[in-house]
């Protein structure tokens, strides 16, 4: 029996498919290696997994519905961690349908294999973007979820719904995860922490969106990895939780923060805000500490010095 991991070659789906292995677990990892960002990092990504005897590389597409249909058939699947997903907020507005033909339809047709297949258990990657702008307090689960800010944030609802519905079809158990800015080694190249880093390691300037009053609650792979695994263990019926470190930080602080691991002094430079950015978020992660022990262990400071040590590592 295998655990099917799309998105497999990125970089939580990398992670987390090495995680499993090292639990012993079988491991099928679809991936398009899509041309996003240098699909040469992507299998940088899998270098270890790929030396692993427990791990199978299947290069496709989730659209693709006969090459889904023969994945299943070749592969007993036990599970589906669905983290497949054209990524990115501004992106999204400038390619709306790509957004939602990746993501939306996608995720449609994954599930619609997963059920002929008779899969028992699936996890989707969800994202802190369906809330869209709030201020001021811990998002909960519970929150209204219907005023996304971005075309991402509304292909990633929507997958939550097409996951709900098929649960109440099918009877097939599903978790929604509900991601908060990830960062960690292997994070995509055009996100924050690892943009800020290369610029400040340059001695360029980093562009501020906005005054830097900005507040994010950014989580380190580590802890995602760990809440993904735990609500795989725990996947029954329909479920949403979130996953994040419930400690935001101010966009400014952040940066201070990075040029302290890097040991340089940032140059900032403060600009308009971008369409589709949100002031704040915050996880409420009492719901997945109370199904499955989740608990974020790594604090800003120690992820941005892992992070900069990757960074430098793998800069050479």
């Known amino acids: 029996m295998a655990i099917l991991v799309t998105g497999g070659a990125g970089f939580i789906g990398s992670h987390v498919s090495e995680a499993l292995l090292a639990r012993g677990r079988a491991v099928v990892c679809l991936d398009n290696f899509d041309d996003?960002?240098?699909p040469a990092v992507k299998r940088r990504n899998l270098a270890a997994a790929l030396g692993h005897h427990g791990f199978t590389l299947v290069?496709?597409?989730?659209?693709?519905a006969a090459a889904l249909e023969g994945l299943f058939r070749r592969h007993r699947v036990e599970a589906v961690i669905h983290l497949a997903a054209r990524a990115g907020v501004r992106p999204s507005i400038r390619q709306p349908a790509l957004y939602a033909d990746v993501n939306v339809t996608g995720t449609a047709g994954l599930l619609e294999a997963a059920r002929q297949a008779g899969v028992p258990r699936f996890v989707f990657g969800s994202s802190?973007?369906?809330?869209g702008v709030r201020t001021g307090r811990p998002f909960k689960e519970t929150d209204e979820a219907d005023a996304p800010a971005s075309p991402y944030g509304a292909t990633k609802r929507a997958g939550e719904l097409l996951c709900r519905t098929a649960h109440a079809l099918t009877g097939m158990a599903v978790t929604c995860l509900r991601f908060f800015t990830v960062y960690g080694p292997r994070q995509r190249p055009e996100m924050a922490i690892h943009k800020f880093t290369r610029l400040i390691e340059a001695d360029a300037?980093?562009?501020?969106?906005?005054?830097?009053?900005?507040?994010?609650?950014?989580?380190?792979?580590?802890?995602?990895?760990?809440?993904i695994l735990g609500a795989l263990d725990a996947c029954s019926g329909f479920a949403i939780y979130n996953l994040g470190n419930a400690e935001p930080?101010?966009?400014?602080?952040?940066?201070?923060?990075l040029g302290?691991?890097?040991?340089?002094?940032?140059?900032l430079t403060p600009g308009p805000p971008e369409p589709g950015d949100v002031p704040f978020t915050c996880a409420d992660i009492s719901a997945a500490r109370a199904a499955f022990g989740y608990e974020p262990k790594v604090k800003i400071a120690e992820g941005l010095q892992r992070f900069v040590a990757w960074y430098r590592a793998q800069k050479g």
Request: aromatic share 10%.
């Open 36 to 38: 996003f960002y240098a």
């Open 59 to 64: 290069e496709g597409d989730l659209r693709d």
């Open 128 to 131: 802190s973007s369906v809330y």
């Open 205 to 227: 300037p980093v562009p501020l969106f906005g005054d830097g009053s900005s507040a994010r609650d950014y989580t380190h792979i580590e802890d995602i990895v760990a809440g």
């Open 249 to 257: 930080i101010r966009l400014t602080d952040l940066v201070g923060l």
């Open 260 to 267: 302290i691991a890097l040991g340089r002094k940032a140059r």
